[in-house]
């Protein structure tokens, strides 16, 4: 028998569990806030009056490479959301008529916000369950944001890439 032999000892049966994850580190992303996500991605709000044409909107909409202007009142008060699937829709309904028409007339009226404190997993079930990409976001009343499943989605991959280097840094040394 080599001389760096050892019999076994009772604890050597008492495996020690090491986990690298846990459920709790997996939702790490439940307790992301909106206003998580709007500091990454910056409070740029892109706006348009209920008096502007369509016309106006589907410029600005490919100008800015956005798919949604919240629509304000002269204050800047909310009065609604214009997407491009509000636009479409309207096209579809009246075809060659719709640019010259108002954005009020168009506008979904009652538009669904979230707070800065919202949980974003929240916020991506009501979207989902809405059937709507883009959600502003209300602080005190006023507009503080908006944010978009892209931007939810580009968040979460964001978090992936850097947990994936932290193990690698783990794995190294």
Do not use: W
Not at 24 to 49: C, H, P, R, T, W
Not at 116 to 140: C, E, I, K, S
């Amino acid at each position: 028998m080599p001389t760096s032999y050892q019999a076994p000892m009772r604890k050597d049966t008492q495996q020690s569990r090491h986990v690298s994850q846990t459920q709790q580190s997996n939702l790490s992303q439940e307790n992301a806030s909106v206003s998580e996500l709007l500091k990454a991605k910056g409070d740029a709000l892109f706006s348009i009056s209920p008096e502007d044409t369509l016309h106006t909107a589907v410029q600005s909409l490919s100008e800015k490479k956005i798919g949604a202007l919240v629509v304000t009142d002269s204050a800047g008060k909310l009065c609604g959301i214009l997407s491009e699937r509000d636009i479409v829709r309207k096209l579809a309904e009246k075809p060659g008529e719709t640019l010259p028409l108002k954005v009020a007339d168009v506008m979904t009226k009652d538009v669904v916000t979230c707070a800065p404190d919202d949980a974003l997993v929240t916020v991506l079930q009501r979207m989902t369950n809405g059937r709507f990409r883009h959600m502003p976001v209300l602080a005190d009343g006023a507009l503080a944001g908006i944010v978009t499943i892209g931007d939810v989605v580009n968040l979460r991959l964001t978090q992936l890439e850097h947990e994936a280097l932290q193990l690698k840094q783990l794995i190294v040394g």
